[in-house]
């Protein structure tokens, strides 16, 4: 295997990493950020689990390093050539700037191995851990989610599922359990399995992509915790004592109404996806049906919970 290392502008990098991979056969694509650890180091936040953005608006980093995988030298050479000759409709060069910093050879792996490597156990609570199928499950842990990745965002190690897990843990009560919970946004599941770990009965998960709701349905199944409606946001349906949604700032926004209105009275409503600078603004959206206060902080996330009265 061999690598080809680019140099490109924020505004490349979408066109580039298509490029690449649909006509040029790269195996796969990587963006970096070229000034990680310095000090024009630029974060990105953008949809939890997602490829790093800005990318929604912008695909990359201001200078961005793209690593591109080819089977032999002369596919990554070829590549190169027909990359800096590419000229956009009006004939001038679509990727001016560029920069081809090289090829770079890429030792054998146990690809399989690799990946796996990079899944280790998610410690949520002391006893309470997501586990990858492959893996042992740590000693002392009772509580355990077995969870491979899949096409669903939630594997447990983005801060934001993390605090949602953390607060089903704490505030789950084994002697009274929940006897219905809602998790708006399901992706795999996480947290609609993390409330059945934990005692709840009459869960619902609901997702507008159809491939989450699959994932659910097939991880919650795999840690034998049984669902009861699993779809569309329409399967939402009357009073919940938990509400959980880790979503993004704006979806959450607007989903306010909604939301709020699925809180049984003296019910809660957990959220994450937000930043610190986002809080003011979701406490105000929310604030017609109840005072959401923080919950918990990590790697600049914050979770939001609130009661109804
Ligand atoms: C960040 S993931 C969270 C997944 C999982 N609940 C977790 O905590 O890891 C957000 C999920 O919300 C879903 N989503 C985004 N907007 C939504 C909306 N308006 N209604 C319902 N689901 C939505 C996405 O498809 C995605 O699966």
Same mark, same amino acid.
């Given at each position: 295997m061999i690598e080809l290392v680019l140099l490109a502008r924020a505004d490349q990098v979408d066109a580039l990493s298509d490029a690449l991979t649909d006509e040029l056969d790269a195996l796969a694509v990587t963006v970096e950020d070229a000034d990680a650890d310095t000090p024009d180091e630029a974060p990105i936040f953008g949809e939890p689990g997602m490829p790093a953005t800005l990318s929604s608006?912008?695909?990359?980093?201001?200078?961005?390093?793209?690593?591109?995988?080819?089977? %032999?030298?002369?596919?990554?050479?070829?590549?190169?050539?027909l990359l800096l000759a590419q000229d956009d409709d009006s004939g001038a060069t679509l990727f001016d700037d560029l920069h081809i910093h090289g090829l770079q050879p890429v030792a054998d792996q146990d690809w399989v191995r690799l990946t796996q490597s990079q899944f280790e156990p998610v410690l949520i609570t002391?006893?309470?851990?997501i586990v990858p199928s492959w893996h042992k499950a740590p000693e002392g842990a009772t509580r355990v989610m077995r969870l491979d990745p899949g096409?669903?965002?939630?594997?447990?190690?983005?801060p934001t599922?993390?605090?949602?897990?953390?607060?089903?843990?704490?505030?789950?009560?084994?002697s009274?359990?929940?006897?219905?919970?809602?998790?708006?946004?399901?992706?795999?599941?996480?947290?609609?399995?993390?409330?059945?770990?934990?005692?709840?009965?009459?869960? %619902?998960?609901?997702d507008i992509d159809p491939?989450?709701?699959?994932?659910?349905?097939?991880?919650?199944?795999?840690?034998g915790v049984s669902l009861n409606r699993v779809g569309l946001p %329409?399967?939402?349906?009357?009073?919940?004592?938990?509400?959980?949604?880790?979503?993004?700032?704006?979806?959450?926004?607007?989903?306010?109404?909604?939301?709020?209105?699925?809180?049984?009275?003296?019910?809660s409503l957990v959220m994450a996806g937000l930043l610190e600078r986002q809080i003011e603004d979701l406490q105000a959206a929310y604030a017609p049906w109840l005072a959401l206060e923080v919950a918990d902080r990590e790697e600049g996330w914050v979770l939001l919970s609130g009661r109804r009265p």
């Amino acid at each position: 295997m061999i690598e080809l290392v680019l140099l490109a502008r924020a505004d490349q990098v979408d066109a580039l990493s298509d490029a690449l991979t649909d006509e040029l056969d790269a195996l796969a694509v990587t963006v970096e950020d070229a000034d990680a650890d310095t000090p024009d180091e630029a974060p990105i936040f953008g949809e939890p689990g997602m490829p790093a953005t800005l990318s929604s608006q912008i695909g990359g980093w201001q200078r961005s390093i793209v690593k591109a995988l080819f089977t %032999d030298e002369d596919a990554a050479t070829e590549a190169a050539t027909l990359l800096l000759a590419q000229d956009d409709d009006s004939g001038a060069t679509l990727f001016d700037d560029l920069h081809i910093h090289g090829l770079q050879p890429v030792a054998d792996q146990d690809w399989v191995r690799l990946t796996q490597s990079q899944f280790e156990p998610v410690l949520i609570t002391s006893d309470f851990w997501i586990v990858p199928s492959w893996h042992k499950a740590p000693e002392g842990a009772t509580r355990v989610m077995r969870l491979d990745p899949g096409l669903a965002f939630g594997t447990g190690t983005h801060p934001t599922t993390r605090m949602c897990l953390r607060w089903i843990a704490r505030h789950a009560d084994l002697s009274a359990p929940w006897p219905r919970v809602l998790d708006y946004g399901c992706g795999s599941g996480i947290l609609a399995i993390g409330a059945g770990l934990h005692g709840a009965t009459g869960i %619902d998960a609901v997702d507008i992509d159809p491939a989450a709701v699959e994932s659910s349905r097939a991880n919650a199944a795999a840690n034998g915790v049984s669902l009861n409606r699993v779809g569309l946001p %329409d399967q939402a349906e009357g009073l919940y004592p938990v509400v959980l949604a880790n979503i993004l700032a704006a979806p959450l926004k607007l989903l306010a109404p909604l939301l709020s209105q699925h809180v049984a009275p003296g019910g809660s409503l957990v959220m994450a996806g937000l930043l610190e600078r986002q809080i003011e603004d979701l406490q105000a959206a929310y604030a017609p049906w109840l005072a959401l206060e923080v919950a918990d902080r990590e790697e600049g996330w914050v979770l939001l919970s609130g009661r109804r009265p």
